[in-house]
C-alpha cells in the first residue's frame, strides 16, 4: 500500500490514543473553567478531528472522505433518519440512571436549536466518522476481517461515550456505521447516516416543530414498524450487489 492509502492498524491505534489522550486534556481545562456543556461538547468534538487531521498531513494517509456511489449515500439517509428510533425503543428497556438521562437532556434541550444541532449532530457526524471509521475501522479491516474490525471499532466508539444509556445502541449504530463505510468505500455515507440520525433525535426531544414528539408517543407501534422498515430499506440498498 501507498502513502495515499489507509492507515495501518498500528497507525489508527496511535491516532486513537493519541485523541483520547487530548479529549482528557480538553475535559480538564473545561473542568477548571466551567465551561458551559454545549461549548465543551464543541470543543471536545473539534479535538476528536484534530489528531486525524494531523496525522493526514504528516503520513499522506487518506481519511476515507471520498466521493461514493448515491446508492450508499441514499441507503444511508434511510438508515439515518429512522434506526434512531429503534434504538431509542431499545433505550427504554435499559436502566439508564438519573443523572445521565439529565446530562443529556440539559445538552440537548437547553441551548438554541441551530447551536444544538451543530454540537450534537453536525461536529459529531463529521468528526466521529473520521476517527473512528475512517481512522480506526478501515485501519483496522486493512489486518482483520471486515465483520471483526466493524465490531470491535464499534466497541470502541460505544466505549468512548463512557455513558451506560447508550452503551449498547451506540454499539450497534457503530457497527451500522462500520458496514456502511466498508460498502461504500468511503465514511462520506457514514457521516449522512450519523447527521441524520442525531438530527432526529433532537428534533424530537425538543419537539420541534411542535407535536413531533406528541406523533411517535401516541403511536408508538406504529412509528416502530415504519422505522424498522425504512432501515430495513436502508440496509438493503446498501447491501445490493452493483448490477455490472
Same mark, same amino acid.
Given at each position: #500500500?501507498?502513502?495515499?492509502?489507509?492507515?495501518?492498524?498500528?497507525?489508527?491505534?496511535?491516532?486513537?490514543?493519541? &485523541?483520547?489522550?487530548?479529549?482528557?486534556?480538553?475535559?480538564?481545562?473545561?473542568?477548571?473553567?466551567? #465551561?458551559?456543556?454545549?461549548?465543551?461538547?464543541?470543543?471536545?468534538?473539534?479535538?476528536?478531528?484534530?489528531?486525524?487531521?494531523?496525522?493526514?498531513?504528516?503520513?499522506?494517509?487518506?481519511?476515507?472522505?471520498?466521493?461514493?456511489?448515491? !446508492?450508499?449515500?441514499?441507503?444511508?439517509?434511510?438508515?439515518? &433518519?429512522?434506526?434512531?428510533?429503534?434504538?431509542? !425503543?431499545?433505550?427504554?428497556?435499559?436502566?439508564?440512571?438519573?443523572?445521565?438521562?439529565?446530562?443529556?437532556?440539559?445538552?440537548?434541550?437547553?441551548?438554541?436549536?441551530?447551536?444544538?444541532?451543530?454540537?450534537? +449532530?453536525?461536529?459529531?457526524?463529521?468528526?466521529?466518522?473520521?476517527?473512528?471509521?475512517?481512522?480506526?475501522?478501515?485501519?483496522? +479491516?486493512?489486518?482483520?476481517?471486515?465483520?471483526?474490525?466493524?465490531?470491535?471499532?464499534?466497541?470502541?466508539?460505544?466505549?468512548?461515550? #463512557?455513558?451506560?444509556?447508550?452503551?449498547?445502541? &451506540?454499539?450497534?449504530?457503530?457497527?451500522?456505521?462500520?458496514?456502511?463505510?466498508?460498502? +461504500?468505500?468511503?465514511?462520506?455515507?457514514? #457521516?449522512?447516516?450519523?447527521?441524520? =440520525? =442525531?438530527?432526529?433525535?433532537?428534533?424530537?426531544?425538543?419537539?420541534?416543530?411542535?407535536?413531533?414528539?406528541?406523533?411517535?408517543?401516541?403511536?408508538?407501534?406504529?412509528?416502530?414498524?415504519?422505522?424498522?422498515?425504512? &432501515?430495513?430499506?436502508?440496509?438493503?440498498?446498501?447491501? !445490493?450487489?452493483?448490477?455490472?
Amino acid at each position: #500500500m501507498g502513502r495515499d492509502s489507509a492507515f495501518s492498524p498500528f497507525e489508527a491505534i496511535g491516532i486513537l490514543s493519541a &485523541t483520547l489522550a487530548t479529549l482528557i486534556v480538553v475535559g480538564v481545562v473545561n473542568s477548571a473553567i466551567a #465551561m458551559p456543556l454545549v461549548v465543551a461538547a464543541i470543543v471536545g468534538e473539534l479535538a476528536i478531528l484534530a489528531m486525524p487531521v494531523i496525522a493526514r498531513v504528516v503520513l499522506g494517509k487518506r481519511l476515507g472522505v471520498t466521493r461514493t456511489s448515491w !446508492r450508499f449515500v441514499a441507503g444511508a439517509a434511510l438508515i439515518g &433518519t429512522s434506526a434512531w428510533y429503534v434504538n431509542l !425503543r431499545l433505550i427504554d428497556l435499559l436502566p439508564i440512571p438519573e443523572g445521565e438521562a439529565e446530562h443529556l437532556r440539559r445538552v440537548v434541550e437547553q441551548p438554541s436549536l441551530v447551536v444544538t444541532l451543530l454540537a450534537i +449532530a453536525v461536529l459529531p457526524a463529521v468528526c466521529e466518522e473520521v476517527l473512528f471509521r475512517g481512522v480506526l475501522f478501515r485501519g483496522l +479491516a486493512a489486518r482483520l476481517v471486515p465483520w471483526a474490525a466493524c465490531l470491535a471499532s464499534a466497541a470502541v466508539f460505544a466505549a468512548y461515550h #463512557m455513558n451506560f444509556g447508550q452503551l449498547v445502541p &451506540t454499539f450497534l449504530i457503530g457497527i451500522v456505521l462500520a458496514w456502511i463505510t466498508h460498502r +461504500a468505500q468511503s465514511v462520506v455515507p457514514a #457521516m449522512v447516516a450519523h447527521l441524520l =440520525n =442525531n438530527v432526529a433525535g433532537v428534533l424530537v426531544s425538543r419537539d420541534q416543530p411542535a407535536g413531533l414528539r406528541a406523533m411517535f408517543e401516541q403511536h408508538p407501534a406504529i412509528a416502530l414498524c415504519a422505522a424498522a422498515t425504512l &432501515t430495513g430499506a436502508g440496509i438493503a440498498i446498501i447491501a !445490493r450487489r452493483p448490477t455490472s
